[in-house]
């Protein structure tokens, strides 16, 4: 399901968010007040726990993209 998104994403243009790579939410965090300037960046994601330094970055209306795709696999799954 994930990956059937991820395989759309086209390349990045204007402004860009992260996701995460597990649940493909936005509300990711660093992960460290240091992190990025002491520390290598990391980050946490505040909907599914994942905490690391790999994040999916794309533009805000192919995040809009995404999040509408999944709302719909989630609703399709649901109906079965």
């Not at 860009?16 to 992190?35: E, R």
């Not at 805000?60 to 709302?71: S, T, Y």
């Amino acid at each position: 399901m994930v990956f059937d998104v991820l395989s759309k994403i086209k390349r990045r243009k204007g402004k860009t968010i992260k996701l995460c790579p597990i649940c493909l939410s936005p509300k990711l965090k660093p992960a460290s007040s240091i992190s990025g300037w002491l520390i290598h960046e990391s980050y946490k994601c505040l909907n599914c726990g994942y905490e690391g330094v790999i994040y999916i970055e794309v533009s805000l209306e192919e995040a809009e993209n995404i999040l509408n795709e999944l709302k719909k696999q989630k609703e399709k799954l649901e109906n079965q």
